[in-house]
């Protein structure tokens, strides 16, 4: 079957850390990977994905790769700000359907 | 441009009253549909998806139900709400290449 597991939180992170948040899959087929985030008390908005082996989605400065090898999609930031601060989805897309991950919540303090 | 629109965005009820909460989409036809409920500091629990009118998936056995009247319309119900129902409801649909959520409604039960 098609699953997401990614790391527990809370993550508690200084300013200008680095951000490393794992996530690992299972599915059949090749599936389209996901990060999403989501601000508190807003719903779930889409950071990066990518589509297939190899390909690396980025955006506001995030980043994951595809990696079928190891079937990981970690996400990471150089940098974490505190307005980062948020609860952070996996997810994978296979057939109809979307499966997410438990979230990962992380906080940054100045 | 596709927008879903879900409301009310905050409901406090009181235990065995009944519950109606709705999800518009814009923009797009037929698409998958999902209901999701997010307990305080927990993940996702997918609750139920629909890929078309009058078809709905369960994927927990509860007090819940979903409808699905039109093509872009997406209902969830109880006809008696318990103090475990409360949470943070979202809304969704989806494309093979990403998924849209709405802001969420927060129930609580009283």
């Known amino acids: 079957g098609n699953s997401v597991t990614q790391m527990e939180g809370p993550v508690t992170l200084s300013e200008e850390a680095f951000l490393t948040i794992n996530c690992t899959y299972t599915?059949?087929?090749?599936?389209?990977l996901f990060w999403y985030v989501q601000y508190p008390g807003e719903g779930l908005q889409l950071l990066l994905k990518a589509t297939k082996a190899d390909d690396k989605g980025s955006n506001k400065g995030f980043e994951a790769t595809y990696r079928k090898e190891t079937t990981s999609f970690h996400l990471e930031k150089g940098s974490v700000q505190v307005s980062d601060s948020a609860v952070y989805f996996c997810?994978?897309?296979?057939?109809?359907?979307?499966?997410f991950g438990t979230g990962t919540s992380l906080t940054v303090i100045p | 441009s596709q927008t879903i629109h879900q409301w009310p965005a905050t409901l406090v009820q009181p235990v065995g009253s009944p519950l109606s909460l709705e999800c518009t989409v814009e923009g797009t036809s037929n698409p998958n549909l999902y209901w999701y409920r997010q307990a305080a500091g927990r993940g996702l629990q997918l609750l139920f998806y629909s890929v078309g009118i009058g078809q709905i998936s369960s994927e927990v056995p509860q007090n819940l139900s979903a409808s699905r009247p039109q093509d872009r319309q997406f209902i969830l119900s109880s006809k008696k709400l318990l103090l475990s129902d409360s949470g943070f409801y979202l809304c969704a649909w989806s494309l093979p290449s990403e998924a849209f959520f709405g802001q969420g409604t927060r129930l609580t039960v009283v």
């Open positions: 997810a994978l897309s296979a057939g109809n359907q979307f499966y």
């Open positions: 599915a059949t087929g090749y599936p389209s």
